[in-house]
């Protein structure tokens, strides 16, 4: 009796123990927060995103959280990945890493960034895309969520020559590990994708990606067309530069190449409107099933040997039997 009381003091003193280790951990974090600079570069963003995982990992109070992501908001070009993959707290977290913690960080940095040179966003907008595609294998990411994050990524790149391919590349991954969503959560997910942006590897991947929607493929098809046919007057002007030599002999390997990607092209969009046309005739013969059925009073009145034809049924009748009266 003795002895399991003494367990029990001895436990209760290892949680008073753990208890005051916890939170004098949580006070040192924060008073560190308090004495760090506001100016950008003076401390790295890999430390700062550690500082962060232990203030929310130590529950600490929301200032030293805010003060934190407000700091690594005014140098978020300078991360990486691995810095924005911070794991979500407590067991009620359905998704996997932080979301929100990062989506709070990149509002900071659009509302601190005034820098001339676009060099920053177009490095933050390839980091959300990275991001992305670390996160899209997650099966508890939400649609809603990704699309949110996606479009920070099209809001950074506004303006800029930079390729969408990398939120096709998150696309593609999100739709691999959620095959579950139905066409229209497709479509909707990949609103986000500029077609227009995407390179001809991304396009000619795309038009043969079964996990696309039907509409996206069509339109892929048609943009990947038109940058083939403005390849052509290039290589024309390049001829009519003067650079017969060698002008000539990329003309007409490229020119090979275009007619090649054109027919491919083509042959890809043919059988896709063969698709349509067979589903739109089994949407036809379908329809046409069912006004075929034939009531039960015409089936009587056929077996019955009445005419049922719209000229002769007024002739119709049934033959009645002769009673015999017996002699």
């Known amino acids: 009796m003795q002895k399991r009381v003494g367990d029990q003091n001895w436990k209760a003193a290892r949680d008073d123990m753990t208890l005051y280790k916890r939170n004098s951990q949580r006070e040192i974090v924060e008073a560190l927060e308090r004495l760090l600079p506001d100016q950008r570069g003076v401390v790295t963003c890999t430390f700062l995103f550690e500082m962060?995982?232990?203030?929310?990992?130590?529950?600490?109070?929301?200032?030293?959280?805010?003060?934190?992501?407000?700091?690594?908001?005014?140098?978020?070009?300078?991360?990486?990945?691995?810095?924005?993959?911070?794991?979500?707290?407590?067991?009620?977290?359905?998704?996997?890493?932080?979301?929100?913690?990062?989506?709070?960080?990149?509002?900071?940095?659009?509302?601190?960034?005034?820098?001339?040179?676009?060099?920053?966003?177009?490095?933050?907008?390839?980091?959300?895309?990275?991001?992305?595609?670390?996160?899209?294998?997650?099966?508890?990411?939400?649609?809603?969520?990704?699309?949110?994050?996606?479009?920070?990524?099209?809001?950074?790149?506004?303006?800029?020559?930079?390729?969408?391919?990398?939120?096709?590349?998150?696309?593609d991954i999100y739709l691999d590990k959620h095959r579950h969503l139905t066409e229209l959560e497709r479509e909707e997910l990949c609103r986000v994708l500029d077609c227009n942006k995407m390179s001809m590897e991304a396009c000619e991947h795309a038009a043969q990606n079964e996990r696309l929607p039907l509409r996206v493929v069509m339109q892929v098809l048609f943009v990947g067309q038109l940058k083939i046919k403005e390849t052509i007057p290039k290589e024309v002007q390049l001829l009519k530069t003067g650079e017969e030599g060698d002008g000539v002999a990329r003309f007409s390997s490229s020119g090979e190449e275009v007619r090649a990607e054109m027919v491919k092209m083509g042959s890809k969009v043919?059988?896709?409107?063969?698709?349509?046309?067979?589903?739109?005739?089994?949407?036809?013969?379908?329809?046409?099933?069912?006004?075929?059925?034939?009531?039960?009073?015409?089936e009587m009145k056929r077996k019955l040997g009445c005419v049922t034809s719209m000229h002769e049924s007024s002739n119709c009748h049934v033959k009645k039997k002769k009673k015999v009266h017996p002699r």
């Open 52 to 171: 962060l995982q232990f203030a929310m990992a130590l529950d600490a109070n929301p200032e030293c959280k805010n003060g934190l992501e407000i700091r690594i908001g005014k140098q978020l070009e300078q991360a990486s990945v691995e810095d924005l993959l911070i794991p979500s707290q407590g067991y009620a977290k359905d998704e996997q890493y932080d979301t929100e913690c990062v989506r709070r960080i990149l509002k900071n940095f659009y509302c601190n960034y005034t820098g001339p040179d676009p060099s920053g966003l177009i490095s933050v907008a390839e980091l959300i895309d990275e991001f992305l595609a670390e996160i899209s294998s997650d099966i508890d990411l939400k649609t809603t969520t990704f699309i949110a994050i996606a479009d920070m990524s099209v809001a950074a790149s506004t303006g800029s020559h930079r390729t969408s391919d990398g939120v096709y590349r998150a696309i």
């Open 270 to 298: 043919m059988e896709l409107e063969r698709e349509c046309n067979v589903m739109r005739r089994e949407i036809q013969r379908s329809g046409e099933r069912k006004r075929e059925k034939v009531s039960i009073w015409k």
